[in-house]
């Protein structure tokens, strides 16, 4: 190697490094500044009350209040609502999985007269905002008498036109020679899809179930709009009237928003990688 | 000839009737929620109605009074100012979503090359974005605390008197947006960056490089235009979110105040059904949310079909 040649790959060399502790100093930045906050709600929810209202502020508590904890779960029934997030949410997703990948199979695999107009509506449908169906169901359920039941909760949406979307493109990019020898052998379609489509469309459900359930998990607007009964909230509404009994009451607050984090996150970190990937498969195939 | 034929229409007969089989859970749904709430609210549009009392038909009036102007002591006034205030508000807080997606490529950018503690780095940067909602808002309220929130006395520390975040006109929406801006910007946007980022074919950089060019110039003429779909993609969504957001967050910590400069257009429609049991008036916003977001979607799709490079 020449002189000048060795010189070169050792500035390239000195060049990445530089670029990589810059991107680390960019990263970590970034990275105190989403921590912080938490670290900050951490701080508070196991401070005394007066604790909170000094200046300059203590980061570590002295001295270390737990009892906020089992003073914020019982302050409101948490456990109920802890119950009805994932009960309204695990039924939300089986219902919109299973009713998506169903129509999605006919759509992607069936012929029918009326399929492309069809599935046309669906489309458009997709651009409408839920504001403008809101009102209307509301109205629907109140005549129904399911406002202020699990009904009002889970029924509505246990049908999504961006579900069978998904999975109607998905479907439409497997291959059909499996199908084609499964027919031969006197397979039933629906027999097709439970043993075919669905075990080759995992990636695609599993986004789906994730979005869903997330989407359920968080929803704040449908909740709060029909259901009244603190027996029936679902988490977000229930700490949301939390907020409105203990207003400035930040030690507790705090606390009662840590233990309704807290498993989302370790959920999180557990599965995060799944997570990743179904972002990017929902908004390629989406 | 003729038993074949018919052999095949019976069996394409089959496959219809299990089409609709398959279809019918989902059909059923989409019509008792999607397809007769949209003409219903349209219809709904057209009344005056409290749920109680019988409904009543009002022609245009809801959206005279929505879209309308009045002459008042010689100057036209709106019939209805709140709605364009609230409209207004709308637009600011979707001021943030280019910030965002700045601060997105941003992250991404640092993130797309061989580093060590990647996944450590992305765990983090998604906390937000998973935790987000009533949770992470009462935590920003208490972050907003004018005297003892973590803001104001960061800013103490360099001698900076901070605003009464959340109680003042001014501020009310700046802080909701930087609020929406610590909570997504790491969260689906960067990840969806990142993997354009990795989608990009290294020949190209390669061949930038032989034709000479820094790297600000492979920015422009590569890296950018290649990720213009994502670009494109999560513009749209943002915006069509942007359009119906607003309402969690400033319910929980502004209820919509003060003097109304945190309510969105969601919460106009949520107050007017929900509140006030204005069902026709709601609607009638509600319509025009519809119709506004479907030019702008449109107008996206025409210039962005331009822009993007696929």
Same mark, same amino acid.
């Given at each position: 190697?020449?002189?000048?040649?060795?010189?070169?790959?050792?500035?390239?060399?000195?060049?990445?490094?530089?670029?990589?502790?810059?991107?680390?100093?960019?990263?970590?930045?970034?990275?105190?500044?989403?921590?912080?906050?938490?670290?900050?709600?951490?701080?508070?929810?196991?401070?005394?009350?007066?604790?909170?209202?000094?200046?300059?502020?203590?980061?570590?508590?002295?001295?270390?209040?737990?009892?906020?904890?089992?003073?914020?779960?019982?302050?409101?029934?948490?456990?109920?609502?802890?119950?009805?997030?994932?009960?309204?949410?695990?039924?939300?997703?089986?219902?919109?999985?299973?009713?998506?990948?169903?129509?999605?199979?006919?759509?992607?695999?069936?012929?029918?007269?009326?399929?492309?107009k069809l599935f046309l509506g669906y489309l458009g449908t997709m651009m409408i905002p839920g504001a403008?169906?809101?009102?209307?169901?509301?109205?629907?359920?109140?005549?129904?008498?399911?406002?202020?039941?699990?009904?009002?909760?889970?029924?509505?949406?246990?049908?999504?036109?961006?579900?069978?979307?998904?999975?109607?493109?998905?479907?439409?990019?497997?291959?059909?020679?499996?199908?084609?020898?499964a027919k031969i052998d006197g397979c039933s379609l629906f027999g097709i899809y439970t043993k075919i489509?669905?075990?080759?469309?995992?990636?695609?459900?599993?986004?789906?179930?994730?979005?869903?359930?997330?989407?359920?998990?968080?929803?704040?607007?449908?909740?709060?709009?029909?259901?009244?009964?603190?027996?029936?909230?679902?988490?977000?509404?229930?700490?949301?009237?939390?907020?409105?009994?203990?207003?400035?009451?930040?030690?507790?607050l705090m606390a009662g928003s840590i233990i309704i984090l807290s498993p989302i996150i370790v959920v999180?970190?557990?599965?995060?990688?799944?997570?990743?990937?179904?972002?990017?498969?929902?908004?390629?195939?989406? | 000839?003729?038993?074949?034929?018919?052999?095949?229409?019976?069996?394409?007969?089959?496959?219809?009737?299990?089409?609709?089989?398959?279809?019918?859970?989902?059909?059923?749904?989409?019509?008792?929620?999607?397809?007769?709430?949209?003409?219903?609210?349209?219809?709904?549009?057209?009344?005056?109605?409290?749920?109680?009392?019988?409904?009543?038909?009002?022609?245009?009036?809801?959206?005279?009074?929505?879209?309308?102007?009045?002459?008042?002591?010689?100057?036209?006034?709106?019939?209805?100012?709140?709605?364009?205030?609230?409209?207004?508000?709308?637009?600011?807080?979707?001021?943030?979503?280019?910030?965002?997606?700045?601060? *997105?490529?941003?992250? /991404? $950018?640092? +993130?797309?090359?061989?580093?060590?503690?990647?996944?450590? !780095?992305?765990? =983090?940067?998604? @906390?937000?974005?998973? *935790?987000?909602?009533? /949770? $992470?808002? +009462?935590?920003?309220?208490?972050?907003?605390?004018?005297? !003892?929130?973590? =803001?104001?006395? @960061?800013?103490?520390?360099?001698?900076?008197?901070?605003?009464?975040?959340?109680?003042?006109?001014?501020?009310?929406?700046?802080?909701?947006? =930087?609020?929406? @801006?610590?909570?997504?910007?790491?969260?689906?946007?960067?990840?969806?960056?990142?993997?354009?980022?990795?989608?990009?074919?290294?020949?190209?950089?390669?061949?930038?490089?032989?034709?000479?060019?820094?790297?600000?110039?492979?920015?422009?003429?590569?890296?950018?235009?290649?990720?213009?779909?994502?670009?494109?993609?999560?513009?749209?969504?943002?915006?069509?979110?942007?359009?119906?957001?607003?309402?969690?967050?400033?319910?929980?910590?502004?209820?919509?105040?003060?003097?109304?400069?945190?309510?969105?257009?969601?919460?106009?429609?949520?107050?007017?059904?929900?509140?006030?049991?204005?069902?026709?008036?709601?609607?009638?916003?509600?319509?025009?949310?519809?119709?506004?977001?479907?030019?702008?979607?449109?107008?996206?799709?025409?210039?962005?079909?331009?822009?993007?490079?696929?």
């Open positions: 190697m020449t002189q000048a040649a060795i010189k070169s790959t050792k500035e390239a060399k000195t060049k990445s490094t530089m670029k990589k502790i810059l991107s680390y100093i960019l990263l970590s930045l970034f990275g105190v500044s989403m921590i912080v906050p938490f670290l900050w709600m951490v701080s508070t929810s196991l401070k005394e009350p007066g604790d909170v209202f000094t200046y300059p502020p203590k980061w570590v508590p002295a001295p270390i209040i737990w009892e906020n904890y089992p003073k914020a779960w019982n302050a409101v029934p948490f456990a109920r609502g802890y119950m009805n997030s994932i009960f309204v949410a695990v039924t939300v997703t089986f219902g919109q999985v299973f009713t998506s990948s169903l129509a999605a199979y006919a759509f992607a695999r069936l012929s029918f007269p009326g399929r492309d403008v169906t809101m009102i209307p169901v509301f109205i629907l359920l109140r005549k129904l008498g399911w406002i202020d039941t699990y009904k009002a909760l889970i029924i509505p949406s246990m049908f999504s036109a961006y579900g069978t979307f998904m999975l109607r493109q998905f479907f439409m990019s497997l291959p059909t020679d499996l199908e084609d020898a489509i669905l075990p080759l469309s995992k990636p695609a459900l599993a986004t789906l179930t994730i979005f869903t359930f997330m989407g359920s998990w968080m929803s704040f607007m449908w909740p709060l709009i029909v259901t009244n009964s603190m027996e029936l909230k679902t988490l977000p509404v229930m700490l949301a009237s939390f907020q409105g009994l203990y207003t400035t009451d930040w030690t507790l999180f970190i557990l599965g995060q990688r799944y997570f990743v990937e179904g972002i990017k498969l929902g908004a390629i195939k989406g | 000839m003729q038993i074949k034929r018919i052999r095949s229409w019976n069996k394409q007969r089959q496959e219809s009737t299990a089409a609709y089989a398959f279809l019918f859970p989902n059909f059923l749904g989409f019509l008792a929620f999607t397809s007769l709430p949209v003409l219903a609210s349209l219809l709904l549009a057209f009344t005056d109605w409290d749920i109680l009392t019988p409904l009543k038909w009002v022609g245009f009036d809801n959206f005279i009074k929505l879209l309308g102007c009045h002459k008042e002591a010689g100057h036209i006034v709106a019939n209805d100012p709140l709605f364009w205030k609230y409209m207004g508000n709308t637009f600011y807080l979707m001021l943030a979503i280019p910030v965002g997606m700045g601060l *997105s490529l941003i992250l /991404a $950018l640092a +993130m797309n090359q061989k580093l060590k503690g990647i996944v450590f !780095f992305r765990t =983090i940067y998604f @906390l937000p974005t998973i *935790s987000a909602g009533i /949770a $992470l808002y +009462m935590l920003w309220r208490w972050i907003y605390n004018p005297d !003892f929130g973590l =803001i104001n006395n @960061l800013l103490a520390k360099i001698g900076m008197r901070g605003p009464d975040w959340l109680s003042s006109t001014t501020w009310s929406k700046p802080a909701l947006m =930087i609020m929406g @801006l610590w909570t997504s910007m790491g969260g689906y946007n960067m990840v969806l960056y990142l993997a354009g980022l990795q989608g990009i074919d290294p020949e190209l950089y390669e061949a930038a490089g032989i034709d000479g060019a820094n790297k600000w110039q492979k920015f422009w003429n590569v890296t950018w235009p290649m990720l213009t779909p994502t670009t494109f993609f999560i513009f749209i969504m943002s915006m069509m979110g942007g359009f119906q957001g607003g309402f969690d967050a400033a319910y929980v910590m502004t209820g919509g105040g003060p003097a109304g400069s945190t309510t969105t257009i969601m919460y106009y429609i949520y107050n007017n059904a929900f509140q006030w049991f204005k069902m026709g008036y709601a609607a009638a916003i509600a319509w025009v949310l519809f119709i506004l977001v479907f030019i702008v979607t449109l107008i996206n799709w025409k210039v962005g079909g331009k822009l993007v490079h696929y």
